[in-house]
C-alpha cells in the first residue's frame, strides 16, 4: 500500500498550529488494477455528494471542508465536525463519518437529536437556515 498526498495537504499540515486539529479523510480508490488514470471510475474522478447534505454542497451553500459546531451550554456539550465531498460529516473524536446531521448529533449527545437545528456554519447559520435558503431560491427561480 502506498499513499499519495497533494502537496496543499503537507503545506496544511505544516501549517497547522500547535493547538490545531487537522482532518484528513482517506478513501479508497476501487477502480479495477491497471485502469487508466483518469478513468470514470477511477483516480481523478469527481465525488457526487449523496445524502441530506448533498443539495446544500451541490448549489454552494455547504462546501467540501467547511467546519460546523454546536453548543449546549446547560448540558456542557459542544462539537466540531467537518463536511466531505461526498456529504457527509466527520465528528471530532468520533471514528466514523455519518451521513445525516442528526446521526452527527446523536452521536455527542447520546440521545435523538436534531442535527439540523444543531449544528451551525461558522457564520452562525443553521443547516436548517441553509436548507430554507435553498427551497426559498428554488421557488424564486425561473421556470
Not at 35 to 53: C, I, Y
Not at 90 to 96: H, L, W
Amino acid at each position: 500500500m502506498s499513499l499519495h498526498f497533494d502537496s496543499s495537504l503537507i503545506a496544511r499540515l505544516a501549517a497547522a498550529g500547535p493547538e490545531e486539529t487537522v482532518h484528513i479523510t482517506l478513501s479508497l480508490d476501487l477502480a479495477p488494477h491497471g485502469a487508466p488514470e483518469g478513468d470514470a471510475s477511477g483516480p481523478g474522478r469527481a465525488v457526487a455528494p449523496q445524502g441530506p447534505l448533498a443539495e446544500l454542497l451541490l448549489k454552494g451553500l455547504l462546501q467540501a471542508g467547511d467546519t460546523l459546531s454546536f453548543q449546549q451550554r446547560r448540558a456542557g456539550r459542544e462539537a466540531v465536525a467537518t463536511v466531505t465531498a461526498d456529504g457527509r460529516l466527520i465528528v471530532e473524536g468520533q471514528a466514523v463519518a455519518y451521513t445525516s446531521p442528526s446521526k452527527a448529533a446523536s452521536a455527542v449527545t447520546g440521545t435523538a437529536s436534531n442535527g439540523w437545528v444543531l449544528w451551525r456554519t461558522a457564520d452562525g447559520r443553521t443547516l436548517d437556515a441553509l436548507r430554507q435558503q435553498l427551497q426559498q431560491d428554488s421557488s424564486t427561480a425561473p421556470a
